[in-house]
């Protein structure tokens, strides 16, 4: 079993819409959470993080966390041709060792 | 402030040959870890080191080895390279402290074994 588990997509949502991605882990003892965007070519760079139970917003992004079911998601509002990209879930532990998915492929259809 | 840099962002090497990777993270990070990023794997864990010390691996093979410096720049060697090394490979910096830790990509090296 993988540590950390997502849909490969691709995911394809039209312009204007809301995407949502998942995201499973199976460490309990996780303690944060990130989600970084990847676009092709290039180097992930970090989105948000959370590592409190419920939600966080950081403008058009939602990341939501739920420890008793080890899930968490990302929601992109308003979704824009330039969030096309793939979007990695990763954790870590008290040992400052993180885990990634494989990523979710997102297009936005203009 | 500057972000993590890595060199070079290209290389060609063949098979057998050994390849060295440099890492400098932002400033004021002492942790450096090290992903090796292909299409079919994603994102896969090499080691972290810590104020010079490894202090996390994955499972790699004794091929891959890394090191840090005082000034915490990571360097990571591939020796005796193989066709299946060709991929990205991703070094990411953090303050590597307890708490929230936030690891922040340099661009890459993209490694091309023949």
């Known amino acids: 079993q993988k540590e950390v588990e997502q849909n490969s997509g691709p995911l394809s949502v039209p312009e204007g819409a809301i995407a949502s991605l998942n995201c499973t882990y199976s460490?309990?003892?996780?303690?944060?959470f990130f989600w970084y965007r990847q676009y092709s070519g290039k180097s992930p760079e970090l989105i948000m993080f959370?590592?409190?139970?419920g939600d966080k917003e950081d403008g058009r992004f939602t990341a939501q966390l739920n420890k008793a079911s080890q899930y968490v998601s990302l929601l992109i509002r308003d979704s824009q041709p330039s969030d096309s990209a793939t979007y990695l879930c990763?954790?870590?532990?008290?040992?400052?060792?993180?885990?990634f998915g494989t990523g979710t492929s997102l297009t936005v259809i203009p | 402030k500057a972000g993590v840099t890595q060199t070079p962002r290209y290389l060609i090497k063949t098979r057998g040959q050994q390849v060295t990777l440099s890492c400098s993270p932002i400033?004021?990070?002492?942790?450096v870890s090290w992903y090796q990023q292909t299409p079919g794997q994603g994102l896969q864990f090499l080691f972290e080191?810590?104020?010079?010390?490894?202090?996390n691996k994955g499972n790699f093979p004794g091929r891959f080895s890394g090191r840090q410096f005082s000034n915490s720049r990571s360097e990571m060697n591939v020796s005796t390279l193989e066709l299946g090394d060709s991929a990205l490979y991703l070094c990411?910096?953090?303050?590597?402290?307890?708490?929230?830790?936030?690891?922040?990509f340099g661009a890459g090296t993209r490694l091309s074994v023949l």
């Open positions: 990763a954790v870590s532990n008290t040992g400052n060792q993180f885990y």
């Open positions: 080191y810590f104020s010079e010390t490894q202090r």
């Open positions: 400033s004021g990070h002492r942790s």
């Open positions: 959370i590592y409190s139970n």
């Open positions: 460490d309990r003892g996780s303690q944060s």
């Open positions: 990411a910096s953090s303050l590597g402290l307890a708490g929230v830790n936030i690891q922040y």
